[in-house]
């Protein structure tokens, strides 16, 4: 078994106030999965209700009392995470329900600045729920609902039944000019299979191809939006190295504060694996993983979802790590 495997999966749960993250909190307890899940509930304000509001479940529920997404979040979340490593064996897996106020981007960097809290726990997926009716307003009004859209793997678009199909298409459409990559179901009451949110390995770097097989297809990179934009180049072939390693780090450092998620899967000349990356504003992972295939195309493929990128620079930027 890898490393990987024996990690406890952990999956972020957010979405916009009234979207419906509790339902489908309360769907993930009661279904009769036979798993155990951890659920650490991020409230906003000093006293939480969220946890009445969640069904009496066998599974406990560990409130994170500072709604404010800074380092407070994440001293909180470290916190509450050691202290359920040690009990490991009592559950299966860990959901971190996020405030509808909160930019889920502090709680997925914890898995990769703690190292304690990454070598015993994996990020899965963040999972928004997104509300059909009210969604194009929040999108115009609400910073943060543009975040969780960015930054999702998985997206709920909840009370489907409440809009019209030609709504509904529209709407969908705004989300893909925000995210062309994450998975969207289109659901009333969150009813949808777990197994569409939960242990999706959204986060495992050696699985981004076979999660998204369209990731990175030509086309993606028409969408556009007036703040959030998605901003993908590819290389018909191998990239240096030399180039696009010091490329990278200089631009998520320079530009970091601005990119909500990054991942790509490039070439490297003479090397028979992928290199396969991912990051979540300066926090960069990647490593060589799994073989390119013998009839595969060596085809270099980045995107960058943020704010304010340059996106002829990034182009530009990466056009000149060709081998």
Not at 21 to 50: M, Q, S
Not at 152 to 173: M, P, Q, Y
Not at 176 to 198: E, F, G, Q, W
Not at 280 to 288: A, E, F, N
Request: glycine content about 8%.
């Amino acid at each position: 078994m890898s490393d990987a495997a024996q990690k406890i999966p952990v999956t972020v749960l957010t979405g916009y106030l009234g979207a419906g993250k509790t339902t489908l909190l309360n769907r993930i307890l009661t279904e009769n999965h036979g798993k155990r899940y951890a659920v650490i509930v991020n409230e906003f304000g000093e006293i939480g209700i969220d946890n009445d509001l969640v069904v009496g479940a066998d599974e406990e529920v560990f409130e994170m009392n500072n709604g404010c997404v800074c380092c407070t979040v994440r001293g909180d979340l470290i916190r509450i995470m050691d202290g359920l490593v040690k009990r490991r064996g009592k559950f299966d897996a860990i959901i971190v329900e996020t405030t509808g106020l909160a930019d889920p981007a502090p709680v997925a960097q914890t898995f990769f600045v703690d190292q304690d809290v990454g070598d015993a726990a994996r990020l899965d997926a963040v999972v928004t729920v997104a509300d059909a009716k009210w969604l194009s307003d929040r999108l115009k009004d609400a910073p943060e609902a543009k975040n969780q859209i960015a930054f999702a793997d998985v997206i709920l678009l909840n009370k489907a039944d409440l809009v019209s199909a030609e709504d509904l298409d529209r709407v969908e459409g705004q989300i893909r000019a925000i995210n062309p990559y994450a998975k969207i179901h289109r659901t009333s009451r969150c009813d949808v299979p777990l197994d569409a949110v939960l242990d999706r390995n959204a986060f495992d770097l050696g699985r981004i191809l076979d999660i998204e097989p369209e990731f990175l297809e030509e086309g993606h990179h028409h969408h556009h939006d007036d703040e959030m934009q998605s901003v993908s180049a590819r290389i018909d072939g191998p990239v240096d190295p030399e180039k696009f390693m010091p490329w990278i780090s200089n631009l998520t450092q320079v530009q970091g504060p601005d990119i909500l998620r990054c991942k790509g899967i490039v070439a490297f000349p003479n090397e028979p694996q992928r290199f396969v990356f991912q990051g979540v504003h300066m926090i960069l992972d990647g490593d060589l993983q799994g073989p390119w295939k013998e009839d595969e195309a060596r085809v270099s493929r980045v995107v960058f979802i943020g704010r304010k990128l340059d996106a002829d620079a990034i182009r530009a930027g990466f056009f000149g790590c060709k081998a």
